[in-house]
DNA sequence: TTTTTAAATGCATCTAAGTCGCATTTAAGA
DNA sequence: TCTTAAATGCGACTTAGATGCATTTAAAAA
């Protein structure tokens, strides 16, 4: 099966935590962080923390912070910038390819930061 | 003078805790969070997150949250991207303009994230 | 299949940036 | 100089995430 497959590809050990977390991600199409996903989870923050960060270790997923102080997480697939609301911290994936080069840095992430549609509509 | 202009044209009482962080972020050519400058200042903390936050609702002053679970400030001047190094946590400005737009949203801060050049030299 | 053991887990505790309530102090207008 | 709303300092609090340690478990060896 496709997640057990990722988790011992990268050799880690098959338990279920790691595959609950990677069922959640999976399904995701946006990141996430914790708290988004601590009523669906069965383990101990402790456990996800650890795991999360040996997925990323291992090139399973990515990470950036956003604007609350908190850590989302999404399965790496294609690289994207992501649009984080300054008013409501809603983020969204920008799928359009941002080609974006600095002589002597390695680019790896993109943050928009603004008002996204929900709240300019609201004149917020 | 200078500092004492932009404090009263805001309709801000002059306090010399004002003076202080006004002096500090109108030298620094960088982004500075609180932790940065905390050894030149007088005032607690309260009072310097306080003022900055004031001074952020008076368009003085902008902020963005990092990769380090802090919120950096710099004067509110020319509209420009950050660089932010996810290895040392470094932040550097891009002066060169950008240009983004995305239909419906307001871009108001673009952050990169990878691995500046100090990091990309000592190849981490 | 059973044994072995390094790795994973849960729990409790800790860390650190930033916030808040409240008593005291101060800027600035009357 | 007096008055008062705003600013300050202090201590306590909040919260995402990290860490130490005893217990459990996956998976390789016997």
Redesign the pocket.
Same mark, same amino acid.
């Given at each position: 099966m496709e997640i057990e497959k990722i988790i011992?590809d990268k050799n =880690? %050990? =098959? +338990?279920?935590?790691?595959k609950e977390i990677l069922e959640i991600f999976l399904n995701s199409q946006k990141p996430l962080?914790?708290?988004d996903i601590k009523d669906k989870i +069965?383990?101990? $923050?402790? +456990?996800f923390? #650890?795991?999360i960060? $040996?997925f990323e270790d291992k090139a399973i997923v990515h990470s950036f912070?956003s604007n609350d %102080? $908190? #850590?989302y997480y999404e399965i790496q697939s294609t690289p994207h910038a992501h649009f984080i609301c300054n008013n409501c911290n809603t983020i969204e994936c920008l799928q359009d390819v941002i080609n974006f080069e600095i002589k002597n840095h390695i680019v790896q992430d993109i943050l928009i930061k603004g008002i996204c549609e929900v709240c300019f509509l609201k004149r917020v």
């Amino acid at each position: 099966m496709e997640i057990e497959k990722i988790i011992q590809d990268k050799n =880690l %050990k =098959l +338990t279920s935590a790691r595959k609950e977390i990677l069922e959640i991600f999976l399904n995701s199409q946006k990141p996430l962080a914790y708290e988004d996903i601590k009523d669906k989870i +069965t383990m101990d $923050k402790a +456990t996800f923390y #650890r795991n999360i960060s $040996k997925f990323e270790d291992k090139a399973i997923v990515h990470s950036f912070e956003s604007n609350d %102080k $908190k #850590r989302y997480y999404e399965i790496q697939s294609t690289p994207h910038a992501h649009f984080i609301c300054n008013n409501c911290n809603t983020i969204e994936c920008l799928q359009d390819v941002i080609n974006f080069e600095i002589k002597n840095h390695i680019v790896q992430d993109i943050l928009i930061k603004g008002i996204c549609e929900v709240c300019f509509l609201k004149r917020v």
